[in-house]
Structure formats: structure tokens, C-alpha cells
């Protein structure tokens, strides 16, 4: 269990979600898992994955908030509005907020497992009982005039936050997205992050390998789609200390990233962290 500190708020302490929880089925060879949401004390923002079966269709639906998908294996289908879009690993979808879209896994053979984002602490859709001429684009992107973006995941700029740490954006405001951002990131063997804190609440999905994650004197191993969820303000650091790569998909409930350096004592817990500052800053 997470270190009281100084009357911390626990509501606002971070928690681990197991990767292979049981979905919910949402019908018609569709599930939806939960990974963090109001329900654990997140704040603005929400995630989780959707695993579509062979032919199956998650129906024309809208938000009333930005959504990112990204795929996190299989082909997925994704039409907006009619604008088909065929995406494959690790490709990002924005949705802005009311724009009708539907995601199907046209593959006779495999599931799609894809990750979702949403601007709101409360997952909630709201199915379109509409139809849409199709308009193939294929693996092209959108109209300039179009809602939606995408970021293709071969074409997105690679940048390092640290030695054999390397990040590449997904989501964010300079792409269309309204109180979320993300991207993926990948670890090298004996990579890590330096501690740190954010101005909002974090998500992060280990989507390959294994993490040891600290938060604020916790240390945690992660894997096979386990989710961290960290409060802003909570001092953390992901790690790679074995043979093989790790990577991480990863959430803020910001629209643009962020990250402020502390001294890694307060991750490794040998250095307290200010209550004033806990759950805030």
C-alpha cells in the first residue's frame, strides 16, 4: 500500500490495474476493459482497451470529449463519419468531441486490441443511429478540412527523454486533441526515466516487456498491459532493469505534455515529499 505522508489523500494515491482483468462485453464480439477512470481517483481523463473478435464492429457512437484510439495489435478499420481509415500497430486516431466514428476488425482470423483515451473521468458513449457513404482513404490521413487526425506510428518523430529512452507523441493539442495527450515510449535494457511529476493525472499501459515503477517510496513491477495511475504532483520513475526492451503507451490528463525533475530520492522513498505538495503543486 502506497506511504501516508503527511495526511495525504489516499482517494488520490496511485494504483495499479492488472492488464488482464475481465472485460465487459459490450456486445456483438466486443470488449471493453477499464484501466483508470474516476473510479480510482482520476481526475479529466480516462483509459482502457477495447478487444474487437474476428469481423467484429464497435458501432457508429460519439463523445462528448476528445478521444484518442490506438492500436495496439491487429488491423483496425476506423471510419469517421464515412472517412475509412485502415490503421495497424501503434497508429493513433483523434475523435474530437461529437464526430461520429466506428472501429471494426475486418480480419477473418485475428482480434484487434486497441487502446482508448478519453478527456473524461467517466467513460460513456453514445451510439449513432446514422449511416455513411464510405470514403476509402486507406493508409492515407485526413483533409486538411477534416475533424479527425491521425499519427502513424512509423512516421512520428522519435525523441530521447533519457539514454535508451526513446518517445514518440501520439495525441496532443497540436494535433487536435482537447484535455488529453500521449505517445509510446521505449525502454532499451537498464534505461529508465528520471523522477518526476506532472501538472495533471498520468496513465501508463506496459504494452511490451517488464517495468519496475516507482512512486513516492512504492516500487511496483509491471507487465502484459498492467496500467499505473499516478495523481499529479506524485514523484515516479519507470525502469528497465532487465534483458529486453520495454515500452509503454502513455496518458496525461493534459493537453500537451509536461515534466518536472525531482531528485530521485523522492521516488526511491528516502527523501520525503512535501505534503503541501502531495496530490498537487
Do not use: K
Amino acid at each position: 500500500m502506497p506511504v501516508d505522508q503527511g495526511g495525504a489523500d489516499q482517494a488520490r494515491a496511485e494504483s495499479i490495474r492488472p492488464g488482464n482483468g475481465d472485460p465487459n462485453s459490450f456486445g456483438g464480439g466486443v470488449w471493453i476493459r477499464e484501466y483508470v477512470s474516476g473510479a480510482c481517483g482520476a481526475e479529466g481523463f480516462s483509459t482502457g482497451t477495447a478487444i474487437l473478435e474476428s469481423g467484429s464492429v464497435l458501432a457508429y457512437h460519439t463523445h462528448s470529449f476528445s478521444e484518442a484510439i490506438t492500436i495496439l495489435s491487429g488491423e483496425a478499420r476506423l471510419n469517421v463519419q464515412g472517412r475509412s481509415y485502415r490503421l495497424t500497430a501503434f497508429d493513433c486516431l483523434h475523435v474530437p468531441r461529437g464526430v461520429a466514428h466506428e472501429v471494426r476488425n475486418d480480419s477473418p482470423d485475428f482480434p484487434l486490441l486497441a487502446l482508448w483515451a478519453f478527456a473524461s473521468a467517466e467513460p460513456s458513449r453514445e451510439l449513432v443511429q446514422q449511416s455513411f457513404a464510405i470514403i476509402d482513404r486507406g493508409m492515407s490521413g485526413p483533409a486538411p478540412d477534416d475533424p479527425e487526425s491521425i499519427v502513424r506510428f512509423q512516421q512520428a518523430e522519435i525523441y530521447q527523454l533519457s539514454e535508451g529512452a526513446l518517445f514518440r507523441d501520439l495525441f496532443a493539442g497540436r494535433f487536435g486533441s482537447v484535455g488529453i495527450c500521449g505517445g509510446y515510449g521505449v525502454f532499451q535494457p537498464g534505461a529508465s526515466l528520471p523522477c518526476h511529476i506532472h501538472e495533471y493525472d498520468e496513465s501508463i499501459t506496459i504494452v511490451e516487456g517488464e517495468a519496475v515503477c516507482l512512486v513516492q517510496g512504492n516500487r511496483y513491477r509491471l507487465s502484459g498491459r498492467d496500467t499505473a495511475f499516478v495523481p499529479t504532483g506524485r514523484p515516479h520513475r519507470f525502469l528497465n532493469h532487465s534483458d529486453s526492451p520495454m515500452a509503454m503507451i502513455w496518458v496525461y490528463a493534459g493537453t500537451e505534455p509536461e515534466r518536472s525533475l525531482v531528485d530521485a530520492g523522492h521516488c526511491e522513498g528516502t527523501l520525503a515529499w512535501p505534503a503541501s505538495v502531495q496530490g498537487g503543486i
